[in-house]
Nanobody, 120 residues
Framework: VLLQASGGGLVQAGDSLRLSCAAS????????MGWFRQVPGKEREFVAG????????NYADSVKGRFTISRDNAKDTVYLQMNSLKPEDTAVYYC??????????????WGQGTQVTVSS
């Protein structure tokens, strides 16, 4: 499975961005998906996850109410809608397949990451 994350960029605090993660190879439609983020010198941290059916989601406390994860299984694509962005959301964002929740080792495949920078 190849995961291709896109949609990052430079925005101002309060702006919105939508990240996409497109899967190719073996279909991801039967796999849970997650978004993580990482800043230099820190551990990669969980942001949001979604069950393969789309029926259940979970979020890190730091993004609840601002970020929304969704998926379109027909397109093998997972999205992360990020609203009310804050400078502390600045990070490289990674999508991952196969796991659930914040346990990184539960995920089988990882995308290459897309940079999100939020200026104050």
């Amino acid at each position: 499975v190849l995961l291709q994350a896109s949609g990052g960029g430079l925005v101002q605090a309060g702006d919105s961005l939508r990240l996409s993660c497109a899967a190719s190879g073996r279909t991801s439609s039967k796999y849970n998906m997650g978004w993580f983020r990482q800043v230099p010198g820190k551990e990669r941290e969980f942001v949001a996850g979604i069950r393969w059916s789309g029926g259940s989601t979970n979020y890190a406390d730091s993004v609840k109410g601002r970020f929304t994860i969704s998926r379109d299984n027909a397109k093998d694509t997972v999205y992360l809608q990020m609203n009310s962005l804050k400078p502390e959301d600045t990070a490289v964002y990674y999508c991952a397949s196969g796991g659930w929740g914040p346990t990184k080792s539960s995920y089988d495949y990882w995308g290459q990451g897309t940079q999100v920078t939020v200026s104050s």
